[in-house]
């Protein structure tokens, strides 16, 4: 499989590079705006541990949405079942941002990965405490699933999107109004926001996904029983409005982010990381997910 996987990955890369139509940058974060969008990577982990990559896989990008997944882990294993009072797990049909649902549904987001589902979910990690200590514990999370300590948080990324965050300040105060956020609005979106701005490469953020393989893969974070479940949400509401078109092509669980990265988990089998900065017309880069169709469709990986 090894000679396989090296092979399509290799193919996928340097037909990709010929793109005419990359995406668009996000730019409603200005230093998400600035990055080249012809940009592209792909890392794959194997559950053995073995790791092929292609394109840029040193470069590190704004993990951005991906981080919700290691968020909304630490929140389980903080808080349990309780998060389910505050945060519903129905895939949304409209924008990762979009802020009619919230109030049509009282203030209760309808996952954990929709930005105000999120909010509540990093709420949740910061329970009272000084958000550098919560986001500690965030980073600690991410660099233990990669077994790597050098992930870490670019503070302009964060501070670029807090002076620019209004939606997500008008989310985080509607979510206090309808008292579903236990902390001040801002506390919790300085968490939010910092957690946001993770950087890593491909290859780290497919290290990082390697305890959603399943039982026995890479360290020990959290029970089988939730890492399916984990998967589930990934599979359901991971896309947000594009979660149905990226299970009809690509049929694996996963996790988009602004900055253009995207995390797949092949349950039982491998970690994949993809990033091109360009996105679609739901957020989700635009090539991660053609690269994604094109090798899960080449090594016949599917949940389906
Ligand atoms: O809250 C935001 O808007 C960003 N920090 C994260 C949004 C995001 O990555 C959506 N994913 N496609």
């Given at each position: 499989m090894a000679q396989r996987l090296k092979t399509v990955l290799n193919e996928i890369a340097a037909d990709l590079s010929d793109s005419h139509d990359w995406g668009k940058v996000a730019d409603y974060i200005p230093e998400l705006a600035?990055?080249?969008?012809?940009q592209f990577a792909i890392a794959v982990i194997t559950k053995d541990g073995q790791c092929h990559s292609a394109g840029s896989a040193q470069v590190r990008f704004s993990a951005q949405s991906i981080t919700k997944v290691f968020t909304l882990a630490i929140a389980l294993g903080r808080s349990g079942d309780q998060l389910w009072q505050r945060v519903d797990?129905?895939?949304?049909?409209?924008?990762?941002?979009?802020?009619v649902q919230l109030e049509q549904e009282n203030?209760?987001?309808?996952?954990?990965?929709?930005n105000a589902g999120a909010i509540v979910t990093t709420d949740e990690v910061l329970a009272g405490r000084a958000p550098k200590d919560a986001l500690a514990e965030i980073l600690g999370f991410i660099r233990t699933a990669a077994e790597d300590d050098d992930i870490h948080i670019n503070k302009s990324v964060a501070k670029s999107e807090t002076e620019h965050g209004h939606r997500n300040f008008a989310l985080a105060h509607f979510l206090a109004s309808c008292g579903n956020?236990?902390?001040?609005p801002d506390m919790t979106l300085g968490t939010y926001f910092h957690h946001c701005a993770i950087e890593l490469t491909v290859t780290q953020l497919a290290k990082a996904g390697r305890?959603?393989?399943?039982?026995?893969?890479?360290?020990?974070?959290?029970?089988p029983e939730r890492v399916r479940r984990l998967n589930a949400l990934m599979m359901t509401?991971?896309?947000?409005?594009g979660s149905g078109d990226f299970a009809y092509r690509v049929g694996l669980p996963a996790k988009s982010g602004v900055g253009g990265g995207i995390l797949a988990i092949v349950p039982g089998q491998a970690s994949i990381a993809v990033w091109s900065p360009g996105l679609d017309q739901n957020g989700n880069s635009k090539l991660g997910t053609e690269a994604m169709q094109r090798l899960a469709h080449a090594m016949n990986w599917s949940v389906f």
């Open positions: 600035a990055v080249p969008k012809e797990r129905e895939p949304s049909g409209d924008a990762f941002n979009s802020i203030g209760h987001p309808r996952n954990p990965f929709v956020l236990k902390n001040p305890f959603l393989i399943g039982p026995g893969v890479g360290p020990k974070m959290v029970s509401c991971g896309h947000y409005d």
